[in-house]
């Protein structure tokens, strides 16, 4: 048996947390075939108990170890720098005893380990930058300009942004917009960055017939169901999203919308101030990811909004590829990450110019002259997470290969 070279992956995000079911080990799973990885995790106490024990098993069914340690996202400032320590604390072990010769950092908290141990062990590290994450912090309101501490870490990220650009051994971009910003900003060569966007598992995203699962969640044959999944504000505009909502029900009483959140409590303040007869027409419910299929399955369409701002041009909903697997058809606003390329290159549904009465009665009119069409396909070109696997492990090898 040829020994594999060790890699080890380092995530803020859990992977028991729904995003890093979708985003982070089905590109794992795939890569271990070549390599031996470890993951370092930071997970969420109350979704780690519940959820770790059947994840643990899927990965020792791969041979991939795992480390993590609990986080809160509300902790202050003192406990976030205290989990980059206690990660570098476990990085450190694990790169000793196993001889490490790589780290896949996920995002920037991440990549402070990363170019901790390049500097002293000479290990190469992936940026796998996910978005301008500073910036997304600061247009978000996460971070705000009025706090001189936010104001602080806004600079200490964005300079230590470009030491993960030119220190690391390669750098992942989701889209094209955020790649074409990279090079020019910091004077890299074009094969220094791969463009590999949140992408989809089309084994499980299949379109299925599920009319009586519809039954079962109240709806009727002739409703049409607009799905929203995801978080309530921050970065998705859902008030906005139930005011085109507001209008397409207007127009056709058919229409319902059913929202797919973990934020309960926030969605249900949202809804707290609509009319009855609008409210009648909306259901809040909590899903796990494996069941997002058969919820998309039911839908005519999903929708979303994102607040439009210089980060999201590096922004790659998840949303969007798992649509389109299920060959359902995608109204959302124009400007965030590659969209528009998409929508121009394949009629995906209805893009949304400007977020206000007029542009979604325009969307709700283009939504009905939609003509058939397979939106499985844009997913099967542009979002196959076998596709993604093939070119993490092109990097990998180009990084690795005089090791190897």
Same mark, same amino acid.
């Given at each position: ?6 890699? /080890? ?11 890093? +079911? ?21 997970? =969420? ?40 320590? +206690?990660?570098? +604390? ?28 390049? =500097? ?24 705000? =300009? ?50 590999? !966007? ?5 084994? =499980? ?52 919308? /059913? ?14 101030? /609509? ?17 997002? !299929? ?76 939609? !003509? ?25 090898? +180009? ?6």
């Amino acid at each position: 048996m040829i020994s594999r070279v060790h890699t /080890l992956f380092i995530s803020f995000d859990g992977l028991t947390d729904p995003l890093g +079911q979708s985003q982070i080990l089905p590109y794992l799973i795939g890569i271990s075939r070549d390599y031996a990885i470890t993951i370092i995790s930071c997970e =969420k106490k109350e979704r780690y108990l519940k959820d770790s024990e059947s994840i643990a098993k899927l990965l020792q069914a791969h041979d991939i170890n795992w480390d993590s340690i609990y986080f809160e996202e509300q902790s202050g400032l003192k406990s976030k720098f205290g989990y980059i320590q +206690q990660l570098k +604390q476990k990085a450190e072990k694990i790169i000793r005893l196993k001889s490490v010769q790589l780290i896949h950092c996920r995002s920037y908290p991440a990549s402070l380990i990363g170019l901790h141990f390049k =500097k002293k062990f000479s290990i190469p590290f992936l940026f796998d930058m996910r978005g301008f994450w500073a910036d997304e912090r600061m247009e978000g309101a996460i971070w705000r =300009k009025s706090n001189w501490m936010h104001q602080l870490l806004y600079r200490y990220f964005k300079f230590k942004e470009r030491q993960f650009f030119q220190e690391s051994a390669h750098v992942v971009s989701l889209t094209s917009s955020g790649k074409n910003f990279s090079l020019k900003h910091f004077n890299l060569e074009e094969d220094k960055i791969t463009i590999i !966007p949140c992408c989809v598992d089309l084994k =499980k995203f299949t379109p299925r017939n599920q009319l009586n699962f519809k039954t079962q969640l109240g709806y009727n044959s002739e409703d049409k169901l607009l799905l929203y999944i995801g978080s309530i504000g921050t970065w998705y505009l859902t008030e906005e999203l139930v005011k085109c909502f507001s209008v397409w029900h207007n127009q056709d009483k058919h229409f319902k919308l /059913l929202i797919i959140t973990r934020d309960i409590h926030a969605a249900g303040n949202l809804l707290s101030n /609509l009319p009855e007869s609008l409210s009648k027409s909306i259901q809040i419910i909590s899903a796990n990811h494996n069941e997002i !299929p058969d919820y998309l399955s039911i839908a005519a369409a999903s929708l979303f909004f994102i607040k439009n701002s210089f980060s999201k041009t590096a922004s790659s909903p998840t949303k969007m590829a798992e649509s389109w697997a299920v060959n359902i058809p995608i109204i959302t606003n124009s400007g965030i990450g590659d969209n528009d390329i998409y929508f121009e290159k394949n009629l995906g549904g209805a893009l949304i110019k400007g977020l206000n009465e007029e542009s979604y009665l325009k969307a709700y009119h283009e939504f009905k002259n939609l !003509p058939a069409s397979n939106y499985r396909n844009i997913a099967e070109t542009n979002f196959d997470k076998d596709e993604a696997i093939k070119r993490y492990l092109i990097i990998y090898n +180009q990084i690795l290969k005089p090791k190897k």
